[in-house]
């Protein structure tokens, strides 16, 4: 309890006379007060202005895998020197005829007279005017071509590639939406006993937007959902929850907004991915600062009568570990602007804006949320908001009961037994890494659910060779055109290799018509015997590269196929890079928040034993519960960045916490206090976490749920078992020397 009132207490003295002289006084007395009202103020302001900005994020996202490419890759400067042999560059969509019989001439004739009739199918227009499925096509014909055992047919739809990133004046993607018109018109086509479907890349690029656009609503909803649910578990008060998911929605309008503008005037890049992951990051992360501030206020309380100076102790003590955690998970992110890929370095800069942008609403609308309600009828200083669970001071909090106060008293009792017992479990379940299969997926892989452009794709498949409609393109000098062609031949996996001439398509002679050379090079079109994303056709990809470079080093490889391959390529690369960055990153901040040096490489080990853990049990559970066909290796670092930098997070909560203890009363009941004080806030933030990121499962996407599993399994591991098992049976055994080089390190005794 403080020695004297508060000048910000409730019940302040007796005010002077004179309107000025008492508004001086009222102002000087409720200083806390004011601010903290301007403060709410200004942060429903905030959400008024920002909020819609979470629902038009949409418009803003680039999902088009090549250009999220570096200048220097071979299949971007193969798409680059393309243009110097056409005009414009085309975006393929399939559109498939196919039966188990022969296609009579009617039924060929209908799907000419429906392929004739695409571009002047309508796009809806929400708010504008109608635009047509042809203003979006590279100009001329759409060819129709019968396969060779007459069961299908195939048109070949080519959109303008400059079309993939931008967006009608509704905010929808224009081949998306052609796309769906295009499908809504495949029962129109008088072909019975013959099936009809949209695949090919275009396919693939509408079902992904498609799958994506649950992002503003459901997946938002399934995870503040999850989030009130378990505070209002924590808390047991129908209060104290909402103030805290208001503080989460308010942090993510304020990133929000901040991240539309910067992707709009193409700051960041942000794709589909990316705006599910921040919706994730800044209601996960706001609710565990939140919780971290709250258990802290709720305990202050106790000690406090007036809920000002509660609150000033509580801020005071929280600022260090959550700037603390939140810079960590800022600069872990940051790293990743490293990376030659666009959606992985457009993360880094989006998850930054979301991290501060819940640290911002966590220290300042919270606090000033939680102390502005006054006193109740029944004298309740602004502790209502807890009811029934209301600190009175002089109660006792968790700290001296309850099953942390026991699992502090296990560690103090026997912490060796305690930290080798988890560590041989932790490095039981690392055992299984290396089953985990992250070099890569095919494209059709992408989606859990059965959409129409893989049906479609396998479809095709029966009929044409795999890499019909996308070929991979080999450029080289002219000069050694006879070489190249005869080797691209020779490279098995190739069905035909066509040289790029002036002759259209299909007139007489166009087949034996001479190369067109563009300043001295030529243009080969390859049709690969393997589908366009599959494992076969990437390797024929790099065959070719191989044996080309043996004809020229001035042979390039483009294409579908290599863009692919030359995404997975610099994924792992990135991975390679970024990570031991970013345990770099951490370690800095640790050792500079600890003092220490000591303690930082304790908490370094032991959160990438728990992320080797929690790959290894994702390599269980995928490759034999889920049978999933793989992972991306983006998958492995974006694993990475969440686990070690967001789970640091719980240790920094325990360790600062046990730092502050250690000062006061030695290292190892400090330790013990800390932990028991600490248990159940960061149990709960763990949870928190967990089922935020868990709530990416909804959307169905292999990358997504394959991230949402190995952060809801990491991070309650980390929060469940690192934090509260091995971190402090390991700090409590090394003893006063994990605060080497610090003056804690030399004495057991209290430091004053």
Known sequence: MTAELDTASDTPPSAPQGLWPRLRHWLRTRRWFVLGLALVIAWLAVGGVAGPYSGRLAEVQKNDASSFLPADAESTKVSDLQ?????????????????????????????????????????????????????????????????????????????????????????????????????????????????????????????????????????????????????????????????????????????????????????????????????ILVVGAATDYALLLVARYKEELRRHDDRFEAMRFAWRRTLEPVLASGGTVILGLLCLLLSDLGPTRGLGPVGAIGIAAAMLSALTFLPAILVVPGRTTSGEHGRWIFWPGVPHVGSQGAETRGIWARVARLVGTHPRRVWVVTAIVLVGLAAWLPTLKADGTKQSDVFLVTVESVTGDEELAKHFPGGSGSPTVVIGPAADADRLVAAVKGVEGVASVVPTTDAPAGAPGAATAPPKVVDGLVQLEVTLSDPADSPQADDTVRALRTTLDGVSTDALVGGVTAQNLDVRDISAADRNRIIPLILLVIFVVLALLLRSIVAPVVLIIANVLSFAATLGTSALVFNHVFDFPGSDPTVVLYGFVFLVALGIDYSIFLMTRVREESIRQGTRPGILTGLSVTGGVITSAGNVLAATFAALGVLPILFLAQIAFIVAFGVLLDALVVRSLLVPALSHDIGRRVWWPSRLARAEQPVD
């Open 83 to 279: 243009t110097k042999f056409a005009q414009t560059q085309s975006f393929p969509a399939f559109v498939l005829l196919e039966s188990d019989t022969a296609l009579t001439p009617e039924q060929l004739s209908a799907f000419q007279a429906f392929a004739e009739r695409i571009p002047s199918v309508e796009v809806p227009v929400t708010g504008a005017a109608a635009a047509k499925v042809g203003d979006f096509l590279v100009p001329g014909p759409i060819p129709v071509v019968p396969s060779q055992d007459g069961k299908a047919a195939l048109a070949l739809v080519s959109f303008d590639v400059k079309d993939i990133g931008i967006t009608l004046a509704d905010g929808e993607s224009p081949i998306q939406r052609s796309v769906q018109e295009i499908r809504a018109l495949e029962g129109s086509v008088e072909t019975a006993g013959a099936q009809v479907y949209v695949a090919g890349p275009g396919g693939q690029l509408a079902d992904l937007v498609e799958a994506f656009g649950g992002i503003d609503g459901v997946l938002l909803l399934v995870a503040l959902g999850a989030v009130l649910v378990i505070l209002l578990v924590v808390y047991r008060s129908p209060v104290v929850p909402f103030l805290v998911i208001f503080s989460a929605v308010f942090a993510l309008s304020l990133a929000s907004v901040v991240v539309y503008f910067l992707a709009k005037n193409d700051v960041i890049t942000l794709d589909g991915q990316g705006q599910g992951i921040l919706s």
